[in-house]
């Protein structure tokens, strides 16, 4: 969703798939004393009109969370102007390293977590996992125990772990990832589970799938997916994993899962991310409640 700083006011534009959040957050602040005018919004779905925007003198400051396709549009947008600046927040193909050394099922529970939480509808969410040869059929098995517990079902029963995505196309967009990784080899290692056969009748749901003997010919290792997939990887050792973590067009975030934390910085320091975490992902500030983990918790930048 764009935000364009003009002069005191803040313009928000939302996504066409969720157009009143901007309603919402407009409506929350003028209920806590915003005085009128600070916060505004408007909907479209031209991206001439958002380009003109982007050019006009008034706009002072715009951050943009989405694509990069829509990212790289505002950026060239805004590139005749000197005087604006901007913030943008794309997609990514976030990747997981999981070393022999790990606790397996502590690790499996966070990735899957990482992986599907919110469907796997968050720009950090994990979208490839890297794990060590000599762990990995004990991984995949810990990761198969875990979503045996999952219920895709319905996101206003608290008993529900993933909900449906966001649209049709979105659900569609998932499956042909999948489906492209099928017939180049990956195996659908999902456990059974009975609420992943029968989800709502109504709503775009996909269940969490998990796919091993996964390559970088694949799309679902290569392109953001969006959805709760955990596409699987067999590699040899640390540097076979931190070649391939880099081996991407996209750079937002990446974990490095290990009891060996001061190795964990190490290799940190070789992932070309905008944010690496040791034995934690998607987390907003992760020294900031650790109490629940059995590994010590890091991030670096």
């Known amino acids: 969703m764009p935000a364009l700083l003009a002069g005191n006011s803040v313009i928000l534009k939302p996504s066409p798939q969720t157009p009143t959040t901007a309603e ?3 409506q929350v602040f003028t209920e ?3 005085p009128e005018g600070v916060i505004q919004y408007f909907h479209c779905g031209s991206l001439t009109l958002i380009e003109t925007m ?9 951050c943009f969370t989405g694509s990069v396709a829509g990212g790289l549009a505002v950026q060239s947008a805004a ?14 193909k976030d990747p997981a390293y999981v070393r022999s050394d790990v606790d397996v099922k502590w690790a499996a529970e966070e990735i899957v977590d990482g992986a599907v939480f919110n469907s796997g509808q968050s720009c950090c969410s994990i979208e ?3 794990v060590d040869e000599k762990i990995h059929d004990e991984f995949v098995a810990a990761i198969q125990e875990v979503l045996k517990g999952y219920k895709l079902g319905d996101p206003f029963d608290p008993k529900t ?7 049709k196309r979105s659900a569609e967009t998932i499956r042909s990832h999948i489906k492209d990784a099928l017939d180049k080899g990956a195996k659908d290692l999902t456990p059974k589970n009975e609420s992943f056969k029968s989800p709502p009748a109504d709503g775009n749901y996909v269940p969490p799938t998990l796919l091993t003997e ?3 010919d694949m799309t679902v290792m290569t392109e953001e997916t969006f959805g709760p997939v955990i596409p699987i990887m067999k590699v040899g050792g640390d540097k076979e994993a931190i070649r391939l973590m880099n081996d ?20 940190a320091d070789d992932v070309e991310a905008g944010t690496v975490f040791v034995n934690r992902c998607d987390y907003p500030s992760p020294v900031s409640d650790v109490q629940h983990l059995r590994l010590p918790v890091a991030n670096c930048f």
């Open 128 to 130: 490839r996992v890297y």
């Open 79 to 92: 590139s005749d102007r000197v005087t604006v600046r901007v913030g943008l927040e794309l997609g990514g």
């Open 24 to 26: 919402h957050v407009q």
């Open 54 to 62: 982007v050019r006009s003198p008034q706009i002072q400051l715009v």
């Open 214 to 216: 996964a390559t970088h």
């Open 32 to 34: 806590a004393g915003l």
């Open 161 to 167: 772990h993933v909900g449906p995505v966001v649209s």
């Open 248 to 267: 991407s067009q996209f750079g937002l975030t990446a974990s490095i899962w290990t009891k060996d934390v001061a190795k964990g910085h190490e290799l």
